[in-house]
């Protein structure tokens, strides 16, 4: 159990870090969305479990990405540098993609409670067309 505190104490030192270099680079808006990015994507995912428009299979793909999203559990440790997060965003990336294939970009649009232009980066790096 020590180890696992050591391990959330530097994830959330090295996120702290960044978050703060954002800022004082002047890049408060970076800052903002890196701090709020896995919050609004769990809430993206849980909104769009419950929109009618997506087909169940899509709702069920959703579900378990966000479950994976929030487990403390991850195939790489978060506390690595670079990679740690890298199998969160594969996840969020592949159902996305899922998602939008079967129910539009728009619907997406509409339930993402962040900047646009960070749901662009996202769809742009998961290679999903930006507009459908």
Do not use: C, Q
């Not at 020590?2 to 890049?27: E, K, M, Q, W």
């Not at 509409?110 to 900047?115: L, T």
């Amino acid at each position: 159990m020590p180890s696992l505190l050591i391990a959330v104490t530097i994830l959330l030192a090295v996120y702290l870090v960044l978050v703060a270099a954002l800022i004082v680079s002047g890049r408060r808006l970076a800052a903002k969305e890196l701090a709020t990015l896995l919050p609004n994507l769990v809430r993206l995912f849980k909104d769009l479990t419950t929109d009618a428009r997506v087909p169940r299979r899509a709702k069920v793909v959703l579900a378990l990405a966000a479950v994976w999203l929030v487990s403390p559990i991850d195939l790489l440790p978060e506390f690595l540098p670079v990679v740690g997060p890298l199998d969160d965003a594969v996840v969020a990336a592949l159902a996305l993609r899922y998602l939008i294939r079967r129910s539009g970009v728009d619907v997406v649009r509409e339930h993402w409670r962040g900047e646009p232009a960070t749901l662009d980066a996202i769809l742009r790096a998961a290679r999903i067309p930006l507009t459908r």
